[in-house]
């Protein structure tokens, strides 16, 4: 019963360095979103995508891209990596088109930017 | 702009005991929904329960229910025989009904909780 899944678990990036975070749902969800949790903080919104062929900004976009390849899988690019990059994400997806539907998150990936 | 604060950084609680982790939130919305999620050291994010802004009924799932107060705008939840296994952080969050970014969940910076044997 896999859910969301997320690869790599552990990353470390020089500053410059570019990285995707890659992953999949196998719950047929519509919505998938990416989200970052830094120190002593709860998770923030990075981008999401309502449904396959769509994405939007979420709260802290800055240094990011993301790509909905298919309606299994929603990557992660970090184009030119930051420390303040530094952080653990979550993909999460949802059933989506109703509001409030559940979002269940994968187990994380731990990125650090030196 | 939504809003969820949880006051107490970290709690304890014996084994067996019951124990309240509260949240307020702001909002001026009607709808909305609010959760509880649980982050053992795994860093897995793990829903523990969720609630309806119209629905009067406090939400239960086992040995976990919450108290919604919404005119306080309050959501605490209460543990009730506390396992060994509860030991984590949790997060209360808001997501809006309508409107703005789909799945914006909104959190707490949360609450750290260990169960001492």
């Known amino acids: 019963n896999a859910g969301v899944t997320q690869t790599p678990k552990f990353q470390v990036l020089k500053t410059g360095q570019s990285m995707t975070l890659q992953c999949a749902q196998d719950?047929?969800?519509?919505?998938m979103y990416w989200y970052r949790q830094d120190p002593g903080m709860g998770l923030r919104l990075i981008y999401y995508?309502?449904?396959?062929?769509?994405?939007d900004k979420g709260e802290v976009p800055n240094g990011y891209n993301v790509s909905r390849l298919n309606k299994r899988e929603f990557s992660l690019r970090l184009e030119s990596a930051a420390p303040s990059q530094t952080s653990v994400y979550f993909c999460?997806?949802?059933?989506?088109?109703?509001?409030?539907?559940?979002?269940?998150f994968g187990e994380g990936s731990w990125l650090t930017v030196v | 702009a939504q809003t969820v604060t949880q006051s107490q950084p970290e709690m304890s609680v014996q084994e067996a005991e019951t124990v309240t982790l509260s949240c307020t939130y702001d909002?001026?919305?009607?709808?909305?929904?609010l959760f509880w999620y649980k982050q053992p050291p795994s860093r897995q994010m793990i829903l523990v329960i969720r609630?309806?802004?119209?629905?009067?009924q406090n939400a239960t799932e086992n040995r976990f229910s919450v108290n919604f107060q919404k005119a306080a705008k309050s959501f605490s939840l209460k543990i009730s025989d506390s396992q060994l296994g509860d030991t984590a952080m949790y997060f209360c969050?808001?997501?809006?009904?309508?409107?703005?970014?789909?799945?914006?969940?909104?959190f707490g910076k949360g609450t750290k909780l260990s169960v001492k044997p």
């Open positions: 609630q309806e802004a119209y629905k009067q």
């Open positions: 999460a997806s949802s059933e989506g088109q109703v509001f409030g539907n559940t979002i269940y």
């Open positions: 995508s309502a449904s396959e062929g769509t994405t």
């Open positions: 719950m047929n969800h519509n919505s």
């Open positions: 909002t001026s919305e009607n709808n909305y929904y």
């Open positions: 969050a808001f997501m809006k009904h309508y409107g703005g970014s789909q799945g914006n969940l909104i």
